[in-house]
């Protein structure tokens, strides 16, 4: 059964940095790719990023330049650094695996039913 568990979240202020972690388990993370997702109170969840299994990333317009995803296969984990962060990002963030064709990722979910619980971040002075 494919797993996620999300770590990372915190409170910080605005401007402020953190790092989320992602791991997998229960199938071969190198085959993949997977995206990270927020979800704020009342609203819809949206795709943040995503890295496909050779390593290409994307990004939603809103976090270019502020967030990166990266992947550690030995340690089968997906990082999502998050930089200058704003009050409006305050979310529960997830990952999972993403839609992949020819080395590109597409931040939309492979599959619905291993969503985890997320990580709660909060972005306040």
């Known amino acids: 059964q494919w797993q996620f568990v999300e770590s990372g979240g915190n409170l910080v202020q605005p401007g402020g940095s953190l790092r989320l972690s992602c791991a997998a388990s229960?199938?071969?993370?190198?085959?993949?790719?997977i995206g990270w997702f927020r979800q704020a109170p009342g609203k819809v969840r949206e795709g943040v990023s995503c890295?496909?299994?050779?390593?290409?990333?994307y990004y939603a317009d809103s976090v270019k330049g502020r967030f990166t995803t990266s992947r550690d296969s030995a340690k089968s984990t997906v990082y999502l650094h998050l930089d200058n962060l704003k009050p409006e990002e305050s979310a529960v963030y997830f990952c999972?695996?993403?839609?992949?064709?020819?080395?590109?990722?597409?931040?939309?979910?492979?599959?619905?039913?291993?969503w985890g619980q997320g990580t709660q971040v909060t972005v306040s002075s």
């Open positions: 229960g199938f071969s993370l190198d085959s993949y790719a």
């Open positions: 890295i496909s299994s050779s390593h290409n990333t």
């Open positions: 999972t695996a993403t839609q992949q064709l020819g080395g590109l990722c597409a931040i939309r979910e492979l599959r619905t039913d291993s």
